[in-house]
């Protein structure tokens, strides 16, 4: 445990298993954290939101804001819309201040 709570848009799914909620803006400038969106974390990506390159900007640029492999985070739901659910994976709880 990382003496962080949670920030609302994660939830503990399960033993080593959290569900981050996100609403993405592809074809952004940079990629970004950019605060909250409809209790979602806003995330901007260069990428654009054609042939899953934004799916996998998403998921490479958690993985390394949260210290973690990239097999350790997946998208769990929204494969075609802004508003994703990814899934974290991690025998400890990820240092949530790096995303907050």
């Given at each position: 445990?990382?003496?962080?709570?949670?920030?609302?848009?994660?939830?503990?799914?399960?033993?080593?298993?959290?569900?981050?909620?996100?609403?993405?803006?592809?074809?952004?400038?940079?990629?970004?954290?950019?605060?909250?969106?409809?209790?979602?974390?806003?995330?901007?990506?260069?990428?654009?939101?054609?042939?899953?390159?934004?799916?996998?900007?998403?998921?490479?640029?958690?993985?390394?804001?949260?210290?973690?492999?990239?097999?350790?985070?997946?998208?769990?739901?929204?494969?075609?819309?802004?508003?994703?659910?990814?899934?974290?994976?991690?025998?400890?709880e990820p240092d949530w201040s790096k995303v907050i």
């Amino acid at each position: 445990m990382t003496g962080v709570q949670p920030p609302v848009f994660i939830r503990q799914a399960g033993s080593g298993e959290w569900r981050i909620r996100v609403h993405v803006q592809p074809g952004a400038k940079r990629d970004e954290l950019a605060g909250l969106y409809q209790d979602r974390l806003k995330v901007r990506l260069s990428a654009p939101a054609v042939d899953n390159r934004a799916n996998a900007a998403l998921v490479d640029f958690m993985a390394d804001r949260l210290g973690l492999k990239r097999s350790q985070v997946s998208l769990a739901s929204g494969l075609s819309s802004r508003s994703k659910t990814l899934r974290v994976l991690s025998e400890t709880e990820p240092d949530w201040s790096k995303v907050i």
